[in-house]
């Protein structure tokens, strides 16, 4: 139950502004991971992560509050953590908890914006020491992946209109 609670209480400080945000979506191909996050630009965030190519019992989400270290035109750095869900992890086991936690994780990474004429597409490097929720043991992994921010278009300074002389 306190684990439930501890979701919630996070979802919720950190689900205020994400209705606001600029969202951006990305894939990590090698790490069959698909991502979702608020908008990446500001001081912090947050991803979550959705295994696929997955049993249905083995699918996680991966909740990642995330800090920006350095951000510049092309290159933002970023470190954060988490911890990973497993929301049906019940299918397999009927007396495991209603939201298994399975672990957590520590994530620093750089999104790279290579395109001069489109830097909202974006290369995503990252490197994620995980450890399950028991402590037991744990796992050095490394994400490569493309990411694709939305944002408003930004408008062009149009020149202003000169007065018509007769």
């Not at 007396?95 to 290579?114: H, Q």
Request: net charge positive.
């Amino acid at each position: 139950m306190k684990r439930v609670l501890f979701v919630l209480m996070l979802l919720l400080l950190l689900g205020q502004e994400k209705l606001r945000a600029q969202a951006s979506v990305g894939y990590y191909p090698w790490s069959s991971l698909l991502t979702v996050s608020t908008n990446a630009k500001r001081a912090i965030w947050l991803d979550t992560r959705m295994q696929t190519n997955s049993l249905f019992s083995s699918l996680s989400i991966d909740l990642l509050p995330m800090i920006n270290l350095k951000r510049g035109e092309i290159a933002q750095w970023y470190i954060g953590g988490g911890l990973r869900l497993n929301p049906l992890y019940r299918i397999a086991d009927s007396d495991a908890d209603l939201i298994t936690i399975d672990g957590y994780s520590v994530n620093v990474g750089v999104r790279i914006s290579p395109l001069p004429m489109n830097r909202r597409i974006m290369l995503a490097l990252e490197l994620n020491p995980y450890v399950k929720d028991k402590f037991d043991s744990g796992v050095l992994k490394s994400h490569f992946g493309i990411v694709y921010a939305f944002g408003k278009k930004k408008k062009t300074d149009a020149a202003p209109e000169q007065p018509v002389s007769p």
